[in-house]
């Protein structure tokens, strides 16, 4: 049966209840970091992130990442913050055990990254605040009710913005990572949750539609290579509003 992009996919995907040991997720993890590294899904995250400081300036900046998964997106942003030399606290926050072990195994040499493991969908059971908050390939594990009590969650948790880098569903999308993923994707699961994920993903109405809600805050989501959206949020200034 054909796929419908007209509506987001409500599929689970393996990811989401993965039964494999720590060595079968690292080998999933790798596939999802080597698509990112050859399409450039990590950079649209740190150009932003480069932005929002760069209009932003201040001493240092404590950012949260969440699904951090195996940390690579931290320690991309880390290493951009230690080449223009800016001081930062980064902060992943996962759910899943086996990831969080291989994120602070791979992020021996940053000492300035530290994970917690937390279910967002329970975020507000403890004490967190940042300066920015970015999140990839997270937000379309959601559906759009859980997206509505959320995204306010990262608003409040973030002083200067938020970054949601995410998939574009579109059917072009999902007939290239077809044929991507014969190439360069070894996992099934990877292979598989790639297919769901852009079903899950969102179209530029969706993103629209939700940032209706937070009328309280700057809007900018434009779409980039290859198939995402990045959606950056900052907060109107008193006297903008
Ligand atoms: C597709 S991976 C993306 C990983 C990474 N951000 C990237 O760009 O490659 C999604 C991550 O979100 C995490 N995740 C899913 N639901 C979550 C939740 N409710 N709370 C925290 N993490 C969650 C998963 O454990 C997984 O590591």
Redesign the pocket.
């Known amino acids: 049966m054909l796929a419908d992009f007209r509506i987001r996919s409500n599929d689970p995907?393996l990811?989401?209840n993965f039964l494999g040991d720590a060595t079968a997720l690292q080998r999933v993890?790798d596939d999802?970091?080597n698509v990112?590294r050859i399409l450039g899904?990590?950079s649209i995250t740190v150009n932003m992130v480069a932005r929002l400081i760069e209009q932003n300036p201040q001493e240092t900046y404590t950012i949260i990442?969440?699904?951090?998964?195996?940390g690579?997106?931290l320690r991309a942003i880390a290493d951009h913050c230690r080449t223009e030399d800016i001081k930062t606290e980064l902060i992943g926050?996962?759910?899943?055990t086996d990831?969080l072990a291989l994120a602070k195994k791979e992020s021996f040499d940053y000492p300035e990254i530290r994970f917690l493991e937390?279910?967002?969908?329970r975020l507000e059971t403890f004490d967190l605040n940042c300066d920015i908050l970015t999140?990839?390939?997270?937000t379309h594990?959601?559906t759009d009710s859980q997206l509505d009590v959320l995204l306010p969650q990262f608003v409040r948790l973030a002083n200067i913005g938020v970054i949601i880098?995410d998939l574009h569903r579109s059917c072009i999308a999902f007939f290239l990572f077809k044929l991507f993923s014969l190439f360069f994707i070894r996992t099934e699961t990877a292979k598989i949750?790639g297919l769901i994920?852009i079903r899950k993903g969102f179209k530029k109405k969706d993103l629209e539609h939700l940032s209706t809600r937070l009328p309280q805050m700057y809007h900018y989501i434009k779409w980039k290579w290859a198939f995402r959206y990045v959606w950056m949020m900052e907060p109107k200034r008193p006297s903008t509003i």
């Open positions: 995907e990811m989401d993890l999802i970091n990112n899904g990590n990442d969440v699904g951090c998964a195996d690579t997106m926050i996962d759910l899943n990831a937390q279910d967002v969908l999140t990839t390939l997270m594990h959601f880098n949750d994920s």
